[in-house]
């Protein structure tokens, strides 16, 4: 007595990708409900189950649907948007700014569902996932029908959705415990990277993630200069490390992986992590190329992996799969390296496996989730088909195949795709939405590329603070006496420094712009010694706002931020149509005159040589204020014992003048 299943899928060239790679041809699979009751030889199928519904596949191949091991899926909102530049401009320069801007639900959901189209399209049927508001991306996925393990995003910087990395935590805290059992969803945390989450992140996360027995997914060694700062930093090499934060406590799903070595391969491997690799994004970025077959070698599960698509630029497992075989054989210089079969079976059984869900999904055996794919091998560029060799179909679809070629998806035992119309999806209707934010972050782009202060904001960090000063400048043959008049009953000290300068300006043809300094202090201490380096970033506006008796100067407003970034990063960032360099050594004290505070600086410029300067300011508040301290300024410069006659009201880069 011939057993009852939903849905008989016959006449296929059936891929089970199992342990065996069994495959049938004709085969068929039985599916009930969600759930796949048998995969194998069509006439043995047919005799076992009945259905209420059978569908000849027409000699297609019927396969497990493709498992996206890395993703950030709602950028593809973003995709296009900058490209060409070195990750950390990318990424500081462009995507986090316009993240900061625009994300929100609303973003979140059409970004998901339009890549959620995409993954139907291109036969992915599962995806791990690395975003901001991944309860939004939860629905959104339910909603196209597709199968997600989703990780919040936490991170040491304030983001999108959460306003400290507390916030973050709670919310995945939240995120996991709302959707744990969910038939579709499995919630993740995501510790974004070792380098942009503290040790105390890492900790809370990896806990959190083993307190409901959920995946924690993360960004690792994707860089050498990653690797570089992590050892200048900590002494030891990004997979130790993020051990000793227990990391591996939980199960981790770990992007990239593209510099590590043996030791962290085997270290890998013990705690069970699953790699994802993602061969469009480290061409793409120039990260370099992951030890792939040394990972497999040693018996890692190793899953495949698109990276957002602002960074792809788009979701075909077709492209990455074929890309992962390349590589591999580039790699190792051996074309038998990463035979198709195996690169499939990465995008399929054990990219599942690589993302702790290979009991579900993955392959098309008994017990699994029906979710599966139909390929249509009988095309133009697919033809023609060999028998003689097993594996010949495995190149076909790797070496040949398109990602166009896929023709039906179930998830879950759900059509979402048939005959090449999506089920669950209005994608016309997406399109007309995502080409709408698209102008909005043009429109935002335009107007910030016109103006430095702007772009220099939009790096983040900048403590915004308009400040007014009055200020004189007076060259000095001497600094002694000065130094020695600093001493009079007339004068209290509060502090004195010393530091060392390294000025950067950066110039632009339109001199409205004003201009930005990158500046690098070093405190020096009494012996002589450099004991901190602070670096920060400036813009230098429009300085004068008046002039006073003695040429005494108000001065407007500078926009101070730490400077984070490198100096090659802000010039490939600002574009800068000049540069100029100054370094002095700057003896300062904060002294009080008359109950009136004043810095007093004496420089020495040394690149290039200008000799002393002695330079009196202090901050000011109203125009009443400030002519106060501007006779005060005036008066201090005779009492120190300098001449007013060789006051400038040049400022340093005027004197030097910037050159082109
Ligand atoms: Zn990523």
Excluded at 45 to 59: E, F, L, P, Q, R
Excluded at 327 to 333: M, P, V
Excluded at 467 to 495: H, R
Aim: net charge negative.
């Amino acid at each position: 007595m011939p057993k009852k299943a939903d849905i008989l899928l016959t006449n296929a060239i059936l891929l089970t990708m199992d342990e065996e790679f069994n495959q049938y041809e004709p085969g068929a699979v039985a599916v009930k409900g969600d759930t796949i009751l048998a995969a194998g030889p069509e006439a043995e199928i047919k005799k076992a189950y009945t259905a209420g519904k059978t569908i000849d596949c027409g000699g297609k191949v019927l396969m497990p649907g493709l498992v996206n091991a890395h993703t950030h899926v709602p950028m593809t909102l973003l995709r296009g948007l900058a490209d060409d530049l070195r990750l950390d401009v990318w990424l500081l320069g462009y995507i986090m700014p316009v993240e900061r801007e625009f994300v929100s639900p609303d973003f979140i959901k059409l970004g998901t569902l339009i890549g959620c189209a995409e993954y139907i399209r291109t036969g992915i049927t599962t995806y791990a996932d690395m975003y901001y508001y991944e309860e939004d991306i939860a629905k959104a996925t339910v909603e196209a029908g597709l199968r997600g393990v989703l990780g919040q995003t936490v991170l040491k910087f304030p983001t999108p959705d959460a306003m400290s990395f507390e916030d973050s935590l709670e919310s995945a805290r939240e995120f996991i415990v709302g959707w744990k059992d969910h038939n579709l969803i499995i919630p993740a945390v995501a510790p974004h990277a070792p380098f942009t989450c503290t040790p105390d992140i890492l900790k809370a996360c990896s806990s959190l993630a083993a307190e409901f027995d959920v995946p924690l997914h993360t960004h690792l060694a994707e860089t050498a200069v990653e690797v570089e700062n992590m050892i200048a930093e900590n002494n030891m090499s990004v997979v130790p490390y993020v051990k000793k934060q227990n990391l591996f406590d939980a199960k981790v799903i770990a992007a990239h992986c593209v510099h590590i070595d043996f030791g962290e391969i085997m270290t890998l491997k013990n705690h069970k992590a699953g790699i994802a690799h993602n061969p469009s994004s480290n061409l793409k970025l120039a990260s370099g190329i992951a030890p792939v077959m040394e990972m497999l070698e040693e018996g890692l599960n190793v899953g495949i992996g698109t990276d957002g698509p602002a960074s792809n630029n788009d979701l075909d497992m077709f492209e990455e799969v074929r890309l992962a075989a390349f590589l591999a054989k580039h790699h190792t210089n051996d074309p038998t390296s990463l035979p198709a079969k195996n690169a499939l079976l990465m995008a399929t059984r054990m990219g599942a496996a690589a993302l702790h869900i290979d009991h579900i999904t993955g392959s098309l055996e008994p017990g699994k989730r029906a979710d599966l794919i139909l390929v249509d091998i009988n095309t133009l560029h697919n033809s023609p088909r060999f028998r003689r060799d097993p594996d010949g179909v495995y190149a076909q679809l790797v070496y040949a195949g398109k990602s166009t070629d896929v023709t039906d998806v179930m998830v879950n035992g759900k059509w979402v795709m048939q005959d090449r119309h999506l089920l669950t999806i209005n994608q016309s209707e997406l399109l007309e939405q995502a080409q709408e934010y698209a102008h909005r972050v043009d429109s935002f782009l335009i107007e910030r590329e016109q103006s430095v202060l702007a772009k220099l904001i939009a790096i983040g960090g900048a403590t915004e603070g308009e400040s007014f000063e009055v200020q004189a400048k007076v060259k000095i043959a001497n600094p002694k006496p000065i130094i020695e008049n600093l001493g009079i009953p007339d004068i209290v000290i509060v502090y004195e420094r010393h530091y060392h300068e390294y000025d950067t300006y950066f110039g632009f043809d339109d001199p409205s712009q004003g201009s930005v300094r990158h500046r690098e202090d070093e405190f020096v201490n009494k012996k002589g010694e450099v004991e901190y380096v602070r670096a920060r970033l400036t813009h230098v506006g429009l300085a004068r706002e008046g002039e006073f008796p003695s040429k005494v100067l108000l001065s407007r407003s500078r926009f101070l931020a730490p400077a984070t970034q490198s100096l090659r990063f802000l010039r490939e960032y600002f574009q800068p149509d000049s540069e100029l360099f100054i370094e002095k050594d700057r003896l300062r004290w904060l002294v009080r005159y008359k109950g009136t505070e004043f810095y007093v600086n004496i420089d020495r410029v040394d690149k290039p040589e200008l000799g002393h300067y002695l330079e009196i300011k202090s901050r000011t508040w109203s125009r009443r204020d400030a002519e106060t301290k501007a006779e005060m300024v005036a008066e201090l410069i005779e009492v120190l014992g300098a001449s007013p006659d060789e006051t400038v009201t040049e400022d340093y880069t005027e004197i030097v003048g910037i050159e082109k």
